[in-house]
């Protein structure tokens, strides 16, 4: 089992700035990607940004320029650092894992539990 629990969202104005941070635990033996994906109620999951264990990156194109991701491999900690920020950015922010457990079942795919970023223009 892995967790993942992520923290600093909020409500800031536009052109603000907000650092979300994730924190993975559990049986983890070794966390292939770190991602954060955004979802609006009604709509599908989105890809935010996601990082890979050798550093990686990729962007959907909306955010480019403007978030930056970054992992702290030996904290099993993600992050994301969101600049200037639009009303459009008003998600839910999800963390994401994937990798491989000790033992069985050899690989998990953890979500965290959402944190609310709100935009006010």
């Known amino acids: 089992q892995v967790q993942l629990v992520e923290s600093g969202g909020g409500l800031v104005q536009a052109g603000g700035s907000l650092r979300l941070s994730c924190v993975a635990s559990?049986?983890?033996?070794?966390?292939?990607?770190m991602g954060w994906y955004r979802q609006a109620p009604g709509k599908q999951r989105e890809l935010v940004a996601a990082?890979?264990?050798?550093?990686?990156?990729n962007y959907a194109d909306s955010v480019k320029g403007r978030f930056t991701i970054s992992r702290d491999n030996a904290k099993n900690t993600v992050y994301l650092q969101m600049n200037s920020l639009k009303p459009e950015d008003t998600f839910v922010y999800y963390c994401?894992?994937?990798?491989?457990?000790?033992?069985?079942?050899?690989?998990?795919?953890?979500w965290g539990q959402g944190t609310q970023v709100t935009v006010s223009s």
């Open positions: 994401n894992a994937k990798g491989a457990n000790w033992g069985g079942p050899g690989t998990y795919d953890a």
């Open positions: 990082i890979t264990s050798g550093g990686s990156t």
């Open positions: 559990g049986n983890i033996f070794s966390i292939l990607v």
